[in-house]
């Protein structure tokens, strides 16, 4: 079993900055991209950024400029660097690792519990 704790959420105003963690715990073979997706109550969860094994990134449009994501590898953390929130970023984000348990086995996406993220006006 794989356990994802993410860390740093909390209340900041808009223009400000906050900065997630998440650690990766648990029995794995390997693992693969990591990764921040968000949710606001009656809405879709959506991926906010992504970064793969060999560093690769990906990030939705609207966060792009704004938001960086990093990783250790020695860690298992993955960061997710928020600059310039706007109040529109509000939501709870949660913590994905894709991971392989053994050496044949099919890679599992986990997921974090989530923390939440609040930008006032």
């Known amino acids: 079993q794989v356990h994802l704790v993410e860390s740093g959420g909390g209340l900041v105003q808009s223009g400000g900055s906050l900065r997630l963690s998440c650690a990766a715990s648990g029995s794995m073979f390997s693992m693969y991209a990591m990764g921040w997706y968000r949710q606001v109550p009656g809405k879709q969860r959506e991926l906010v950024a992504a970064i793969t094994s060999g560093g690769i990134t990906n990030y939705a449009d609207s966060v792009k400029g704004r938001f960086t994501i990093s990783r250790d590898h020695d860690k298992n953390t993955v960061t997710l660097q928020m600059d310039s929130l706007k109040t529109e970023d509000t939501a709870v984000y949660y913590c994905?690792?894709?991971?392989?348990?053994?050496?044949?086995?099919?890679?599992?996406?986990?997921w974090g519990q989530g923390t939440q993220v609040t930008v006032s006006s």
């Open positions: 994905t690792s894709t991971v392989t348990l053994a050496r044949d086995s099919n890679p599992v996406l986990y």
